[in-house]
């Protein structure tokens, strides 16, 4: 993407809320057009959500359909890109394409005002944009169930967010809660790292995948498969399992009863297998019952089983947490609190608000953050013309003397 000089605007900025992947790559786009553009991002630096995942984490789509427009990821972070690397690649990402970034600002509220928009952020700020990007991310807010007897619990209970490294735990019993494809990578972590039991509370059984089979990463199949129709996704998923990965009934993970696609339009992506499938075989990852409620230092399950793991895990997701943003906007969040739309389009009542990164595509996450950053571009710069075009055939023309 080349980038195109900034020209003097008396316009308003776009402004970006968020400094994460999504965030940046639309900031790029814009400024790649001439649009002004700036970030605003309530943490001390860019990519704060990479900064605190897990040390074990790479990513689980390739390195060359990974990058955001206008910057390659190095060869040299290898093909499946580590947590740490993630976050070196924003940072230069953003120095690159000379981002104007504002770190320690987190926007509370915003309103509609005529043709603009106010944004109301830390420290009584009042920032008036032309269009605003919402980009907060798709993991914003830990979701932790409210299981009965929760509160009480004596022993140890903690979010995956603040999962680190298996060091903690070693020798230790641990529940970890979620088969989603954070859930299965930290029981592997755990089980290679050292502690004394692992267990992973399952409700519903998940379709695994490998990450890549004999060269083709999961990936590009994502791709491929994402525009045809789900029943015939649904067959292909379940043929193809059945010569990619083992049959793990025997070990409480039988194969899923609903196909692939329909997990997916669901909302549920397949998890990637990256040592669960070996550790399980292995008993080093026991499988249990889903969570019904906590009772002293005991765990409940749904089999009727009580556990005292010395702790718990809770790999349970996060909410979008838009609703305190623009919950009082109607016909921009669905009664999920999630977006109406995505990427160029803009809600019908909101013209001029975009969102990004609040799906969980099947193609990849940071992939369709790159597409999306582009459409938005385009449609930002197009309409900023066409208001432009507007207001000088309404000027008032000067009399000659």
């Not at 940046?24 to 991002?41: C, F, I, S």
């Not at 349970?316 to 990427?343: F, I, K, N, Q």
């Not at 790159?370 to 066409?386: G, H, M, N």
Request: charged residues 25%; glycine residues 10%; positive net charge.
């Amino acid at each position: 993407m080349a980038t195109t000089p900034l020209q003097p605007s008396t316009t308003h900025p776009v402004y970006v809320i968020g400094g994460g992947p999504g965030g940046l790559a639309v900031a790029a786009a814009l400024r790649g057009r001439g649009v002004r553009a700036v970030v605003l991002e309530k943490s001390a630096a860019v990519g704060a959500s990479w900064r605190t995942h897990y040390d074990r984490l790479r990513l689980h789509t390739t390195r060359r359909l990974s990058a955001l427009p206008g910057l390659r990821i190095p060869r040299s972070f290898g093909r499946w890109v580590a947590r740490a690397d993630v976050v070196r690649y924003l940072e230069k990402y953003a120095e690159k394409h000379e981002l104007d970034v504002v770190t320690g600002v987190e926007v509370h509220r915003v309103e509609r005002a005529g043709t603009e928009w106010v944004l109301h952020a830390t420290g009584g700020r009042r920032l008036v944009a032309s269009a605003v990007v919402v980009a907060t991310g798709y993991n914003h807010t830990p979701r932790l169930p409210d299981w009965p007897g929760r509160d009480a619990y004596r022993g140890e209970l903690n979010h995956a967010r603040s999962y680190r490294n298996p060091e903690p735990y070693a020798g230790k019993d641990v529940l970890v809660v979620g088969i989603g494809n954070t859930g299965a990578e930290i029981a592997a972590d755990l089980a290679e790292g050292g502690a004394k039991r692992v267990r992973l509370a399952v409700r519903t059984v998940p379709h695994i995948v490998k990450r890549t089979t004999a060269g083709w990463p999961a990936q590009r199949s994502g791709i491929l498969i994402r525009r045809l129709p789900t029943r015939l996704v649904d067959r292909l998923g379940a043929l193809l399992a059945r010569f990619a990965t083992p049959d793990l009934t025997a070990y409480g993970l039988p194969r899923p009863d609903t196909g692939l696609a329909t997990r997916q339009r669901e909302g549920a992506v397949p998890v990637q297998d990256v040592g669960l499938i070996d550790a399980v075989r292995a008993g080093k990852v026991e499988i249990v019952a889903a969570v019904e409620g906590f009772e002293g230092d005991e765990v409940l399950l749904a089999d009727g089983t009580r556990i005292a793991p010395e702790a718990v895990i809770a790999a349970t997701g996060y909410r979008r947490a838009l609703e305190p943003l623009l919950g009082h906007l109607d016909g921009v969040l669905d009664e999920h609190g999630r977006p109406v739309t995505h990427g160029a389009r803009c809600p019908r009542e909101a013209p001029g608000l975009y969102f990004t990164g609040f799906t969980n595509p099947i193609s990849g996450m940071l992939r369709e953050l790159a597409i999306d950053a582009e459409k938005i571009a385009r449609r930002v710069a197009r309409t900023a013309k066409s208001g432009a075009k507007s207001a000088t055939k309404s000027a008032p023309k000067s009399s000659a003397r």
